[in-house]
C-alpha cells in the first residue's frame, strides 16, 4: 500500500512555457503532500508544503509564483513550473503522508519526475 | 536548510561485505529515517527510529540512534550488488511534519 504516483516521468520543454507536474496518492488519502527538488549527485531539497485545500508553505528561497502548488483534493497536488529556464532543469520529487495511521511519520515518495528545459 | 551530513560521500566495497554510513544532525527529533535512491529514481523509505529509540533491525538493516551526539548510523550486512544505490537520512523538527535531508552516501557494491 502506500503509492505514490508522479506524471509525467520526464519532460522537456522550450524555454518559457509552463510545465504541470502531477503527484497522486493512489490508495490512500493525502492530506499533506510535499515537493522537493534535486540536482545531479545532490541531495533532496524541500520547496513547498502543500495541504489539501489550502495555500501552500514555500521554503525559504523559493518562489511562489513560479511554481505553483495546487492541492485541489485528497489524491492530488500539482506543480507548475511557469516560465520555465535552463536552471529550472532538475528532478522534482513529491511526496505524501496519510493521516489517521500509525505510520504518519513516513513520507511515501513518488517516482520524481525528470524536466529538462532547453 | 540542510542539516543533515552524511559520510562517506561515498562507499565502494565487495560484495558479501558489510557496510556502514554515518548521518549527523544539527536540531532535536521526533525521529530519524533511512531512505534509498536508485539512480534516477525514487526513494524506498528503508527503516524509522525514533528518537526514544536506540536501535532499530529489518531484515540485514541496522540502525542506531545517539540523541546525545545527534548521530546515526545505517548498516547493511552481507551487501548485495542490488544495494548499490544512494542512501539519506532524513530528520524532521519536532512539531514539523517536514522532513530534511542529510546529502546522501553514493554506495557501490563490486560484484
Known amino acids: 500500500g502506500a503509492v505514490v504516483s508522479q506524471h509525467p516521468s520526464w519532460v522537456i520543454c522550450k524555454s518559457g512555457t509552463s510545465v504541470k507536474i502531477e503527484c497522486r496518492s493512489l490508495?490512500?488519502?493525502?492530506?499533506?503532500m510535499f515537493w522537493y527538488r534535486q540536482f545531479p549527485k545532490q541531495s533532496l531539497m524541500l520547496m513547498a508544503t502543500?495541504?489539501?485545500?489550502?495555500?501552500?508553505?514555500?521554503e525559504q528561497g523559493v518562489e511562489k509564483d513560479k511554481f505553483l502548488i495546487n492541492h485541489a483534493s485528497l489524491t492530488l497536488s500539482t506543480l507548475t513550473v511557469t516560465s520555465a529556464h535552463p536552471e529550472d532543469s532538475s528532478f522534482y520529487i513529491c511526496?505524501?503522508?496519510?493521516?489517521?495511521?500509525?505510520?504518519?511519520?513516513?513520507?511515501?515518495f513518488g517516482p520524481g519526475t525528470r524536466l529538462l528545459v532547453l | 536548510s540542510q542539516q543533515g551530513e552524511e559520510d562517506p560521500q561515498a562507499l565502494s566495497i565487495q560484495e558479501g561485505e558489510n557496510a556502514t554510513m554515518n548521518c549527523s544532525y544539527k536540531?532535536?527529533?521526533?525521529?530519524l529515517q533511512w531512505y534509498r535512491q536508485n539512480s534516477g529514481r525514487g526513494l524506498v523509505h528503508l527503516i524509522l527510529?525514533?528518537?526514544?529509540?536506540r536501535e532499530k533491525h529489518s531484515g540485514r538493516l541496522r540502525v542506531t540512534l545517539d540523541t546525545s551526539k545527534k548521530s546515526s548510523s545505517l548498516l547493511i550486512t552481507a551487501s548485495r550488488a542490488a544495494d548499490t544505490a544512494s542512501y539519506f537520512c532524513?530528520?524532521?523538527?519536532?512539531?514539523?511534519?517536514?522532513?530534511?535531508f542529510g546529502q546522501g552516501t553514493r554506495l557501490t557494491i563490486n560484484p
Open positions: 511526496s505524501a503522508i496519510t493521516s489517521g495511521r500509525s505510520g504518519r511519520e513516513t513520507q511515501y
Open positions: 490508495d490512500f488519502q493525502a492530506t499533506t
Open positions: 502543500s495541504n489539501e485545500g489550502s495555500k501552500a508553505t514555500y
Open positions: 536540531t532535536s527529533i521526533n525521529n
Open positions: 527510529i525514533r528518537s526514544n529509540e
Open positions: 532524513a530528520t524532521d523538527s519536532q512539531g514539523a511534519q517536514k522532513l530534511v
